[in-house]
C-alpha cells in the first residue's frame, strides 16, 4: 500500500510539473513587447489559448522570440518554454516587421533541431504580436494582444 501511494504521489507531482527554462533578463524594458494569445495549428485544429509570448529586441537588427507554457498538440504531456533567436527584423515608426527562415529553436536550454523554424513571419503594431511560421513540417499562427 505504501508503494501505491508512494507511486501516486509521483505521477501526480510529474504531471503538474512542465519543462522550462530561466526567463531572459530583460536590460532595457523599453525593447520588449510582451502579448497573451492564442497559437493555432491549422493541420491539426488544435490551439493554445492565452499563451504568453515575449519579444526582446536585442539590438538594431535582431530580435528574440520567447514562448512560455507553450503546447502544439492536446497529446504533449507538458508544455515548454521556447526560444526562437536572432530574428531579423525591421522598424518603421511604432510599427515592427520580423522575418526568418532555417531557425533552430531552443527550450529548456537545448537546441531542437527537429522543429526547426521556417518562414517565420510577424509583426507588432500599436497593440497586437502577430506571426506565423512552420515548426518542421507543421505549420502555426498566433494572434495576441500586447500588454500595455
Same mark, same amino acid.
Given at each position: 500500500m505504501k508503494k501505491i501511494l508512494t507511486l501516486i504521489a509521483l505521477v501526480s507531482v510529474l504531471s503538474a510539473c512542465h519543462i522550462t527554462s530561466k526567463e531572459p533578463e530583460i536590460k532595457d524594458q523599453e525593447t520588449a513587447y510582451e502579448a497573451y494569445g492564442v497559437l493555432t495549428i491549422p493541420?491539426?485544429?488544435?490551439?493554445?489559448?492565452?499563451?504568453?509570448?515575449?519579444?526582446?529586441?536585442? &539590438?538594431?537588427?535582431?530580435?528574440?522570440?520567447? %514562448?512560455?507554457?507553450?503546447?502544439?498538440?492536446? %497529446? %504533449?504531456?507538458?508544455?515548454? &518554454? %521556447?526560444?526562437?533567436?536572432?530574428?531579423?527584423?525591421?522598424?518603421?515608426?511604432?510599427?515592427?516587421?520580423?522575418?526568418? &527562415?532555417?531557425?533552430?529553436?531552443?527550450?529548456?536550454?537545448?537546441?531542437?533541431?527537429?522543429?526547426?523554424?521556417?518562414?517565420?513571419?510577424?509583426?507588432?503594431?500599436? &497593440?497586437?504580436?502577430?506571426?506565423?511560421?512552420?515548426?518542421?513540417?507543421?505549420?502555426?499562427?498566433?494572434?495576441?494582444?500586447?500588454?500595455?
Amino acid at each position: 500500500m505504501k508503494k501505491i501511494l508512494t507511486l501516486i504521489a509521483l505521477v501526480s507531482v510529474l504531471s503538474a510539473c512542465h519543462i522550462t527554462s530561466k526567463e531572459p533578463e530583460i536590460k532595457d524594458q523599453e525593447t520588449a513587447y510582451e502579448a497573451y494569445g492564442v497559437l493555432t495549428i491549422p493541420t491539426s485544429g488544435f490551439t493554445k489559448e492565452n499563451l504568453r509570448t515575449k519579444v526582446i529586441l536585442v &539590438d538594431d537588427e535582431l530580435l528574440d522570440i520567447y %514562448m512560455f507554457e507553450v503546447k502544439f498538440a492536446t %497529446m %504533449m504531456p507538458v508544455t515548454i &518554454d %521556447m526560444v526562437i533567436s536572432n530574428v531579423s527584423y525591421t522598424k518603421t515608426g511604432d510599427a515592427i516587421e520580423f522575418y526568418g &527562415d532555417s531557425i533552430v529553436p531552443t527550450a529548456a536550454n537545448k537546441p531542437y533541431e527537429k522543429y526547426i523554424v521556417t518562414d517565420l513571419k510577424g509583426y507588432i503594431s500599436a &497593440d497586437s504580436l502577430c506571426l506565423s511560421n512552420n515548426y518542421g513540417e507543421t505549420p502555426s499562427v498566433y494572434a495576441g494582444k500586447l500588454v500595455k
